[in-house]
């Protein structure tokens, strides 16, 4: 017998498959969907097809639309969301995150493309929502290990497949408020958008080892998009480049 403790609650999200991917979850363990209601930041532009059609997701901007989150609902929990949650939010409502990285490390924005560049843990984490990114109590979390073949892509699938699997144990013990959390070993570190986009131009006359040229071009491999480029000094046109890694045992 489930004894939902929170019962108004906000799923704020701005990716597409997780959230599709959640209320698929919803399904598999019995919660109707009448407890949630979902949202998205202004910049994001997608429905979700098997939402119901009584639910629809609300357009939210923290700037300016945090204040009616209060008392509306008793929790939140960020699947993704983009925007930061202000403090005065957090500390009139339980907020939540699923962040797709092992805190404390590689904190921030696209983690997994830094833990192949530096070697720091991945997984997943799911947090209690404190005042600085990616830094709450954890309430449950796993690692993945890299692959010598891992691109960006290949490690983010495992990593959003895992945040499911998280989310599939912690999700009902979240709502009847039955869970216990530990704080992160240390402060770790925190990567920004600026700091990925500072990879993305390659420097060729830069001197490395190819081991650290491959990680740097399968840390930056993630279809369907274009990161790292050089520009053909010929034409002035940018070339993106991509890798493609396959083990022997790939081919039997
Ligand atoms: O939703 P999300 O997977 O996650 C990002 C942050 O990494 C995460 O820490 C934060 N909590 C969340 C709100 O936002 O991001 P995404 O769907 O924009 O990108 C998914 C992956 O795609 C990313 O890990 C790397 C790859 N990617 C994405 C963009 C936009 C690229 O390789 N290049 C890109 O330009």
């Not at 639309?65 to 969301?81: A, P, T």
């Not at 570190?189 to 390659?202: C, H, T, V």
Request: proline share 4%.
């Amino acid at each position: 017998m489930i004894n939902l403790i929170f019962k108004k609650v906000l799923i704020f999200s701005d990716n597409a498959e997780l959230c599709s991917r959640f209320i698929a979850l919803c399904d598999d363990l019995n919660l109707k969907l009448d407890h949630f209601e979902f949202a998205k930041s202004p910049q994001s532009d997608f429905e979700i097809e098997t939402l119901p059609n009584e639910k629809s997701i609300s357009i939210i901007s923290m700037k300016n639309g945090w204040e009616e989150l209060v008392g509306k609902f008793d929790l939140i929990i960020s699947i993704h969301c983009k925007q930061l949650f202000p403090e005065d939010l957090i500390r009139e409502v339980k907020c939540i995150n699923i962040h797709p990285g092992f805190n404390p490390y590689n904190r921030g924005w696209f983690p997994q493309v830094f833990s192949i560049l530096n070697g720091k843990p991945v997984g997943a984490t799911v947090h209690e929502i404190d005042e600085q990114l990616d830094h709450g109590p954890i309430i449950a979390q796993e690692e993945i290990k890299i692959t010598k073949t891992d691109t960006s892509s290949s490690l983010y699938n495992k990593i959003i497949d895992l945040e499911i699997e998280l989310l599939r144990d912690c999700l009902i013990p979240i709502l009847e408020n039955n869970y216990e959390t530990r704080k992160p070993i240390a402060e770790g570190n925190i990567n920004y958008k600026s700091d990925f986009n500072e990879l993305l131009e390659l420097d060729l006359s830069k001197k490395q080892t190819i081991g650290e040229t491959i990680d740097l071009l399968r840390a930056l491999t993630h279809e369907p998009y274009k990161n790292a480029c050089f520009i053909d000094e010929d034409t002035g046109e940018r070339i993106y480049v991509n890798v493609n890694l396959s083990k022997e045992a790939d081919d039997v």
